[in-house]
C-alpha cells in the first residue's frame, strides 16, 4: 500500500457500529469495566483511547515502523524518551538542536543528572569518537534541523550508534514521514512534533515517537500514563483528519519552497539562503539520498541591519510573523528573539545562528502572491 493510500486508510476503519466513515471522537475520560479489572482494552483516557489507538496505527504504517505512541506535545514525545534513562546516563545531540529541546536538557533535567552533549553530528569522524569515548545511550539529530536546515547523514549514524550500542533517534518534524523514513535508515526511534506538518493546519499541538522496538513501545506508553503526557482525544481526531492530506500538502509545500529559496538565492538584498533542495547546499547530495523531496522550511540571512529585518518581516501580508511552522498558510520566524531564545547567543553563534537570520515556513498559497508579498517588502529597503 502506498502512502497516501495508509495515509487515508490505516487507523481509519468506518464505525463499526453506525457505519459513519470517520471513526467519532472518544471524549470521555474513563470507560465501564465489565468487572474489576475485566476492560474492552481502555480503563482511563490518560493511558489509552479508541483516538489514540487509531492515530498511532497511522502514524506506525507512514514511518514504516510497527509501534507509535502518541504524547500532548513534541518536547512530550522528547520528555518520555528521557524518562527511559537513569542519571549519569549520556546523550548526544546535534549542535543545531530546536530551541525548546536545548531548554529542555539544560533547564529542566540537568539537574537529574542527565547530561547533554551537543556536537557536529554532519562531522562523522567527530561522531564515531564521541560514540566510542562517551558511550552514550542515546544520540539525538534533527536532519534537517531548526532553523539552519544543516543535512546529518541517517544511515551512517545508525550504522555507527549500533556498532557502539547506542540507541538513535530522529527527530523528523521537518522532513515528515512523507518526505524521510529514518527507521529505514537505521534510527532505533523516530519522534515528531505532530502540530507542524502532520497536523498541517496550526489548531492542534501534538507529539509522536515510532519504533520496531516492542519493550521500547511499552515504556513509552507507560510513561505516557505514569506522568501524564496525554493528548485530547479531540486533538488527536484532528491529527487523524490532517493526516489524510498529508502527501498532497508536502508537496505543494515543497514546490512553492523551492521556488522561494531560488528568489531568494538571486535577490540583491539576500545575504545567504539555506535550503537544502538548493545545489548550493553544503549537504544537498545526503538530502537527495535519504530525502523524497526537501520540504517547506527556507532560512534567509538578509543584506539588512536587524532593525531593517525585524521591520522587514513585521511589515509582510502573506507570510504571518509567528512561531510553529508546518501550517498551510505562510509564517515568518526571527529564531533569535522567538523560537530559539531559550539559547544563549554566544551558543547560538557558534552554530552560525545569527541574530539576523529569518526562517519561513512556506505554505500552499498560490506562489505568486507569495513571491509579490517578499518582492513589495523587500521593494521598502
Known amino acids: 500500500m502506498q502512502f497516501n493510500t495508509k495515509a487515508i486508510h490505516q487507523g481509519q476503519l468506518p464505525d463499526s457500529e453506525t457505519g459513519a466513515i470517520i471513526p467519532p471522537i ?135 550508534a549500533k556498532k557502539f550500542g547506542t540507541k538513535l533517534i530522529v527527530d523528523n518534524t521537518f522532513a515528515s514521514p512523507y518526505f524521510q523514513q529514518p527507521l529505514l535508515l537505521g534510527a532505533d526511534m523516530v519522534m515528531h512534533s505532530t502540530t507542524k506538518y502532520i497536523g498541517g493546519h496550526s489548531d492542534t499541538i501534538g507529539g509522536v515517537v515510532v519504533t520496531n522496538d516492542k519493550e521500547i513501545k511499552e515504556k513509552l506508553d507507560f510513561a505516557r500514563m505514569a506522568i501524564g503526557l496525554n493528548p485530547s482525544p479531540f486533538d488527536v481526531w484532528l491529527t487523524s483528519r490532517s493526516l489524510k492530506t498529508l502527501g498532497v500538502r508536502m508537496d505543494r509545500h515543497a514546490e512553492n519552497a523551492m521556488k522561494i529559496a531560488e528568489f531568494f538565492a538571486s535577490h540583491p538584498k539576500v545575504k545567504k539562503t539555506y535550503y537544502p533542495g538548493l545545489v548550493s547546499h553544503p549537504n544537498h547530495e545526503i538530502a537527495k539520498k535519504q530525502m523524497k523531496g526537501f520540504s517547506g522550511i527556507v532560512s534567509v540571512e538578509f543584506d539588512l541591519d536587524l532593525e531593517k529585518t525585524k521591520q522587514l518581516i513585521s511589515g509582510l501580508k502573506i507570510f504571518s510573523l509567528a512561531e510553529s511552522l508546518g501550517g498551510v498558510e505562510s509564517l515568518v520566524d526571527h529564531p533569535a528573539s522567538m523560537t530559539h531564545a531559550s539559547i544563549p547567543k554566544e551558543e547560538r553563534e557558534k552554530i552560525g545562528l545569527m541574530d539576523g537570520l529569518v526562517r519561513f515556513s512556506v505554505g500552499i498559497e498560490n506562489i505568486e502572491d507569495m513571491i509579490a508579498d517578499l518582492e513589495n517588502g523587500l521593494g521598502k529597503f
Open 26 to 160: 472518544y471524549m470521555t475520560s474513563t470507560y465501564v469495566q465489565e468487572s474489576p479489572g475485566m476492560t474492552k482494552g481502555y480503563d482511563y483516557t490518560r493511558a489509552g483511547n479508541p483516538n489514540f489507538t487509531n492515530l498511532e496505527q497511522t502514524l506506525a504504517s507512514l514511518e514504516n515502523g510497527q509501534y507509535a505512541t502518541i504524547f500532548s506535545s513534541g518536547l512530550g514525545a522528547i520528555t518520555a524518551m528521557i524518562s527511559l534513562l537513569s542519571p549519569g546516563d549520556k546523550v548526544l545531540a546535534t549542535n543545531d538542536l530546536y530551541g525548546g529541546t536545548y531548554r529542555l536538557f539544560h533547564r529542566v533535567y540537568k539537574q537529574y543528572g542527565i547530561e547533554i552533549e551537543t556536537i557536529n553530528t554532519q562531522d562523522l569522524s567527530l561522531v564515531e569518537s564521541k560514540l566510542k569515548a562517551e558511550k552514550p545511550k542515546y544520540i539525538l539529530i534533527e536532519s534537517p534541523t531548526n532553523p539552519m536546515l544543516n543535512i546529518s547523514d541517517i544511515e551512517a549514524i545508525g550504522k555507527l
